[in-house]
């Protein structure tokens, strides 16, 4: 269904959480969040954020970016998430090596104020086949400074989030977001407003994104340290350049900034009473009638233009998600007709992983090639096993196929492993003896288990 005319609607600055949305806020209270760092946030600070601190803003805050204990942790997490080197050629490993001179310089420069970020490396990795997405790679020193911003900046704006808003949020995932989905379907919420953002990572407007932050941040080192990020140079082969918008994909704070611009979004849904599931850019609104669902795609386009941003129209659309041909598709699920299915793309992913480890021409044996396999279609499994389960046993028979076929080359023979005598020569006892894992067999486990 095409994208409604618009209508009018008036948008008041949601500066402050409403009442009902508060209450949902602060069903956790910040004494109980375990993963913030304690270093940073003492009790004092936490109590804070809890009951509220003058004016709503914070400052003072640049002290603990550049406090050695928390440049350390930042480094450690950085470390453990491994990475490429950036424009400096320093590595991981390179950093590790002399890290203690490298900490202590980066907090001369915060505490002094002349940190000033390089320019980010960026790259093309594969999406969709042919298509590529812009990768930006910072060095690891921006990437500490990142991380120590991120877990100084972040409680103060999670206090903030609703619980419709579930992407690289603390003790939110994937798995959250769907579970809220099928219970909002099942409640009859089955007319889906399915919206999609155009470029959104490369088109937040710099202005409004930091009115946002300085909302809650008073800090002027803090925010010349944001800007700084937000306009990093970028360096692709033999150009450069400094964007005027946007959050570049790959960096630290990218995600936490892009939940900031889009709460105001959030806010506007729940003070008018819509459902809506958010994971970062990628959101549904479940409604009772197409009547609600058009309401409410209208009032997302409104907002969506007045905060700088565009809708795609192709990947925008209304369906009765209980009718076949007008289900949705949502964190590689497609849900239509009353059930879940793997979405095609995600399909055509795994199939193209299982294809680079099966290939006829590796050498190794097929005990080794199962064990390389199974923590693929375990993982793989473990996110899709709410799928139909028709999906599990014709993946099944892919992968077995696979390694027929691999068994045909080893023994010096042509083929694809499709014949009934390949079948009878390798069954899927051998395989099971071998220790594959079988999505199928677990299927049937989990459904006897419940």
Not at 39 to 50: I, K, Q
Not at 370 to 379: A, H, Q, V, Y
């Amino acid at each position: 269904m095409s994208i409604p005319v618009q209508m009018e609607f008036k948008f008041e600055v949601a500066s402050s959480v409403p009442k009902t949305a508060k209450q949902e806020v602060e069903a956790c209270s910040p004494f109980t969040w375990d993963w913030v760092e304690a270093s940073v946030w003492t009790e004092r600070m936490l109590a804070a954020l809890g009951n509220g601190v003058r004016g709503g803003k914070w400052f003072s805050l640049i002290d603990k970016v550049y406090n050695p204990r928390t440049l350390k942790v930042a480094w450690k997490k950085v470390a453990s998430n491994r990475g490429a080197a950036g424009v400096d050629k320093i590595s991981i490993k390179r950093f590790r090596s002399n890290a203690q001179f490298y900490l202590k310089e980066l907090e001369r420069d915060l505490r002094d104020g002349a940190f000033r970020p390089s320019p980010v490396r960026r790259v093309h990795i594969p999406k969709d086949g042919k298509k590529t997405r812009p990768l930006g790679i910072p060095t690891v020193k921006d990437r500490i400074v990142q991380t120590a911003l991120k877990m100084v900046l972040e409680p103060i704006f999670e206090k903030e989030f609703l619980t419709m808003s579930y992407g690289f949020r603390p003790g939110l995932s994937c798995k959250d977001a769907l579970r809220e989905v099928d219970r909002l379907l099942k409640e009859g919420c089955t007319w889906v407003v399915d919206a999609d953002i155009r470029r959104y990572f490369d088109t937040i407007p710099h202005d409004l994104l930091m009115d946002r932050i300085r909302e809650k941040v008073s800090d002027g080192r803090i925010l010349q340290l944001l800007e700084l990020f937000l306009k990093q140079e970028i360096m692709e082969d033999m150009e450069s350049w400094n964007p005027i918008s946007g959050t570049p994909q790959g960096a630290v704070l990218s995600p936490l900034l892009s939940n900031v611009y889009l709460h105001q979004l959030d806010l506007t849904l729940h003070q008018n009473g819509y459902k809506m599931i958010r994971y970062a850019d990628d959101w549904v609104v479940l409604c009772r009638s197409i009547e609600e669902a058009q309401t409410a795609l209208s009032l997302t386009q409104s907002w969506i233009e007045q905060n700088g941003l565009r809708l795609s129209p192709e990947k925008t659309h209304i369906g009765n998600s209980l009718e076949t041909g007008h289900g949705f598709e949502f964190l590689g699920y497609r849900f239509e007709a009353g059930r879940r299915y793997v979405r095609s793309k995600s399909l055509k992913k795994f199939k193209g992983k299982v294809r680079s480890k099966t290939r006829r021409t590796r050498g190794d044996s097929i005990e080794k090639i199962i064990s390389d396999l199974n923590p693929t279609i375990k993982g793989w499994f473990e996110y899709f096993k709410h799928a139909h389960h028709h999906t599990f046993s014709s993946l099944d028979g892919l992968i077995r196929r696979r390694l027929r076929a691999v068994l045909r080359k080893q023994k010096k023979r042509p083929g694809s492993g499709k014949t009934e005598r390949d079948h009878r020569q390798w069954p899927n006892a051998f395989f099971a003896k071998r220790g594959l894992f079988t999505m199928q067999d677990a299927y049937v486990l989990a459904r006897q288990s419940r």
